[in-house]
């Protein structure tokens, strides 16, 4: 998930289909998505419209991603999040030729829209500090693809500053350590999101999953010296 770099256009066979290996950059596609066209209907209050993204698209198959929908904390396709609040993404894709035996993964990236500054990861392929190579497949979100299928990715809330983004996208085989995309999509998908009142100026908004508050009794917060005495 690196610079966008202009690559040329290959032609790979899956049982008699042909099918674009690399292309860049991959011409629009109006309503295919709900980021096809840009969000100028979704704006941020005094923000300017989106910049063109360079956006570009590297594919090898024989997985294929169909459509990218975001949806905000209504449920509802947009391209305007809020900070705290969950959102999904929902990649629909379907598989030309022999399905692979490897479970299907998926690696995402949020970049700043405007300097491209990476903001955040996540990726399914490599094994985890929790992990070891025997319980990697055990992972309840390495499942095995289908002729066609949607992959459902929920967030419990927007960690990101308000701001505009692009979002880069990619769908791969589980192998820990491989970047060999089915097809990744990069640059690809703009969108804001607002905080509200909340004047983020991290990065980042990095939620714990709880807060409590424990009474101390004065008997307890004594040292033991204090006790003796």
Same mark, same amino acid.
């Given at each position: ?7 040329? &256009? ?49 594919? +090898? ?13 209504? #449920? ?20 030309? #030729? ?29 094994? +985890?500090?929790? /992990? ?14 289908? +002729?066609?299928?949607?992959? /459902?990715? &929920? ?6 500053? &308000? ?21 990744? +999509? ?20 990095? /939620? ?22």
């Amino acid at each position: 998930m690196g610079d966008a770099t202009a690559a040329k &256009a290959e032609l790979t066979a899956f049982d008699g289909a042909e099918v674009l290996a690399t292309v860049s950059p991959l011409p629009d596609r109006p309503h295919s998505t709900v980021f096809d066209p840009p969000v100028a209907s979704e704006s941020i209050e005094g923000a300017a419209p989106l910049a063109g993204t360079g956006k570009s698209v590297f594919r +090898r198959g024989p997985i294929l991603i169909d459509s990218v929908t975001m949806l905000n904390h209504q #449920g509802k396709p947009s391209t305007h999040l809020t900070t705290t609040r969950p959102f999904e993404l929902r990649i629909a894709y379907h598989c030309i #030729g022999a399905i692979p035996d490897e479970t299907l993964g998926v690696a995402i990236a949020i970049n700043r829209l405007s300097s491209l500054e990476p903001i955040l990861q996540w990726y399914t392929q490599f094994i +985890r500090p929790d /992990e070891t190579r025997e319980t990697f497949d055990d992972a309840p979100f390495r499942v095995r693809p289908t +002729r066609r299928g949607v992959i /459902e990715l &929920a967030f419990d809330y927007a960690p990101l500053q &308000a701001g505009e983004y692009v979002l880069s996208l990619g769908l791969l085989p589980n192998a820990p350590g491989t970047w060999e995309f089915y097809e990744y +999509r990069h640059l690809f998908y703009p969108f804001r999101v607002s905080d509200g009142s909340l004047c983020v100026g991290a990065p980042v908004f990095f /939620e714990p999953s709880s807060v409590a508050f424990r009474q101390i009794e004065e008997a307890d917060a004594l040292s033991p010296q204090q006790r003796v005495a």
